[in-house]
């Protein structure tokens, strides 16, 4: 069941879509049923005396309750012991003790004693989840303003709670199907031959690859919607030699829009009013990488549909797939900060003082607004006519340039899927786009990261997920490249990135190409399945990803493993995330068939009893478990999703044919291709890839 609150005048997020199954709640029905779940639901007015109340959620944990939720959100996939600020941030260093980062996704699932029950807190500026931080059983959800919508979610179990949450926030954004192919990214490819090369040395190693993503650069001085032709002559000859090779180009569009005399998109932004203001009116201008910027009014439907549409500069040359970056957004400082701190720095050289350290902190200091929340309460939208404080919607703002994305490229290639990720969102976004986790590091600790965020991010609709492979920031050792890429074979978005000044990242750079070209091989080989499993998860609100305790309920180990996950229907993993290890532990909930992966082509399988395990896994090898009653369909090897027209023609015009397939069952009979075809739990039928 789900019942909704309304308190006070909330703003229209447009999160939730369908309502007809919403029961909408007077204040003290509300009160009384969250009580009857051990919760409460407290108005108090804060010390500093303001009139309006704080809204605070309160739950006391006993020593077994166990949070989940928050998306991308640091920490583990239990969420409980830290304190989560929803207030989306451009922060790069992703350490343990950071509160927030570019999303923001207020829905907690917890798993009490009694009754299991669901929150989502529709309010989209700064607010607070203490799970358990301040107090160890004390949760404390609290939002300075008391306009929000709370919707609480109960139901049988954890993964019915989800799946009816799902329900109402609307079906998940669905990526084409190469853009379940590898893809290579790097800060720093700055022209056309930069990019060849990429293209070139994976093809030679033998490692498969379908999209290569251009970074800032291919721009024209950071202009968004145009290309720098002195770096990429002949743009479209090139897109389609990339094309002809299997290759899709990705480019990013930013945020902010430069400000400079005769750029289309500076020109009609400002005439036809579709940027953001300041407190005068007058258009509010800020840095980042283009130098000073506008930044679309998201807000407006008009402004909206004409950003969306300029992505046909790009569309028009067969390009199909983009990543938004800097949606925060981010910003690096206001033109009102420099013009104060030139002042500053001009009062010190016209007065008689010896300038201190205490002045230099404070010129540094006054030009960064950096991840300053103060900047977000500088400017404003204008929305439905009315003047609104960019602060007051600020986690919505990459939400809906990615709306705008996506409605636009729907009108631009009408026929086809395109590929869509943003870096900042809300939920709701996840109707438009998928998102990747932003700027990690080649750490072990961002490995566990990568997997501890796929769960939340699946419960909160976003399925097109996945982190920088290998790690954004710092210098990434061959081993752990190897450990995280047998990760990334199973995450939806499998990209590798890095920043510019690391060591260069691609996988042929190193020793042991072969390793690589096995475990993304393994990539294509498992695309049938994950494919499958993808769409399963977008058409009826399922979680690709899930904790082992959403299947295996009554089980009071598998509540609380940090470091597996439910694929799909069919399949556990397990990846190795530790240095230097020569395997692992593993938990099974019941007895499943262990598949180690030696080659693409080589694989043992082994049953194994429920229980705690060790098990082996070299440097190169990939562990996988298959559940009882499924089956896993092991396509060919193949360079890129282009040769693999087989499964793209199914549509119900292919023929399928198990020969096509090398299949692997638990149960001892070999299932017959009819069997294969008709089975409920079944991976390959024709049903594949078709909507
Ligand atoms: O301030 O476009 O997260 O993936 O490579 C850095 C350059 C801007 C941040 C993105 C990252 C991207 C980088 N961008």
């Not at 909408?24 to 639901?41: H, K, P, T, V």
């Not at 990705?250 to 203001?277: L, M, Q, R």
């Not at 950096?370 to 404080?389: C, L, T």
């Not at 939806?492 to 072969?514: A, G, I, M, W």
Request: hydrophobic letters at 35%; a negative charge.
């Amino acid at each position: 069941m789900i019942y909704s609150l309304k308190l006070g005048n909330p703003f229209e997020t447009e999160a939730v879509t369908d309502h007809s199954e919403i029961n909408s709640c007077e204040m003290s029905e509300f009160i009384e049923r969250l009580g009857s779940l051990g919760g409460e639901l407290i108005m108090a007015h804060t010390s500093t005396g303001d009139e309006r109340p704080d809204i605070m959620f309160r739950y006391r944990m006993n020593n077994d309750t166990v949070v989940f939720g928050l998306g991308e959100a640091l920490h583990g996939i239990n969420k409980r012991g830290f304190k989560y600020i929803s207030y989306n941030v451009d922060d790069m260093h992703h350490d343990e003790e950071k509160n927030s980062l570019y999303g923001s996704h207020n829905f907690i699932l917890i798993k009490g004693t009694e009754d299991d029950f669901g929150l989502f807190f529709d309010y989209p500026s700064r607010m607070e989840f203490d799970i358990g931080f301040e107090n160890r059983s004390l949760i404390k959800v609290t939002a300075p303003t008391m306009d929000m919508c709370i919707y609480l979610i109960t139901g049988a179990n954890l993964y019915n709670i989800v799946k009816q949450f799902r329900g109402i926030i609307g079906k998940s954004y669905t990526a084409p199907f190469w853009a379940f192919g590898f893809g290579q990214s790097r800060w720093g490819y700055k022209n056309a031959s930069d990019v060849s090369e990429v293209v070139n040395s994976y093809r030679s190693a033998g490692i498969p690859l379908d999209m290569v993503y251009m970074d800032i650069d291919y721009m024209d001085d950071y202009k968004d919607f145009t290309i720098s032709y002195e770096r990429f002559p002949k743009f479209g000859r090139f897109v389609l030699d990339m094309e002809e090779q299997g290759i899709h180009l990705v480019p990013i569009i930013d945020a902010g829009i430069k400000i400079e005399n005769d750029y289309e998109i500076y020109e009609e932004g400002k005439s036809n009013g579709y940027f953001c203001t300041n407190d005068d009116a007058s258009l509010f201008s800020a840095a980042v990488w283009p130098g000073m910027t506008h930044f679309v009014d998201f807000f407006k439907p008009e402004a909206r549909e004409w950003f969306g549409k300029k992505y046909s500069a790009l569309t028009d040359y067969g390009i199909e797939g983009f990543w938004n970056d800097m949606n925060e957004p981010s910003i690096f400082y206001t033109q009102q900060d420099l013009e104060n701190t030139c002042e500053l720095i001009s009062d010190l050289s016209l007065s008689d003082k010896e300038i201190s350290a205490k002045d230099c902190l404070e010129i540094r200091d006054s030009v960064d607004a950096w991840r300053s929340p103060e900047v977000y309460k500088q400017f404003y939208h204008n929305i439905n006519g009315k003047r609104v404080s960019h602060d007051k919607v600020h986690n919505l703002y990459g939400y809906y340039m990615t709306k705008a994305a996506y409605e636009g490229l729907s009108e631009l290639i009408p026929d086809k899927r395109f590929l869509l990720f943003a870096r900042s969102s809300y939920i709701g976004m996840h109707r438009y786009g998928g998102l990747w986790t932003g700027d990690n590091k080649s750490r072990w600790s961002h490995l566990k990261l990568n997997l501890s965020q796929l769960p939340g991010l699946n419960m909160c609709g976003f399925i097109y997920s996945g982190a920088d492979i290998g790690g954004f920031g710092a210098d990434v050792s061959e081993e752990l490249l190897l450990r995280w890429t047998a990760l990334g074979i199973f995450t939806p978005l499998f990209r590798n990135h890095s920043v510019k000044d690391s060591r260069n990242q691609e996988c042929y750079r190193f020793e042991n190409t072969e390793a690589f070209r096995d475990i993304i091989s393994l990539r294509y080989r498992l695309l049938p399945y994950l494919y499958s499993e993808f769409l399963k998860a977008v058409n009826s609100d399922l979680m690709y990803f899930r904790p082992l305790c959403f299947d295996y309920e009554d089980d009071n180990d598998a509540l609380y493993v940090e470091d597996q996950l439910l694929l799909g229907e069919g399949l556990m993993i397990a990846p190795v995330i530790e240095e230097n290890a020569n395997g692992r532990y593993v938990y099974l909930p019941e007895d499943m068939l262990f598949i180690k992966f030696k080659t693409d082509t080589e694989f043992t399988t082994e049953l194994m009893p429920k229980g705690h395990h060790y098990i082996h896994v070299a440097i190169d090898q990939v562990p996988l478990f298959l559940r009882r009653g499924n089956m896993l369909p092991l396509g060919g090897s193949h360079v890129c999703t282009a040769d693999m027209s087989m499964y793209l023609e199914l549509g119900g015009k292919g023929e399928l044919q198990a020969k096509d397939f090398e299949i692997i069952t638990l149960p001892s009979e070999k299932p017959s291709y009819e069997m294969l075809c008709e089975s409920e739990k079944t991976l390959v039928s024709n049903k594949i890839f078709v909507e």
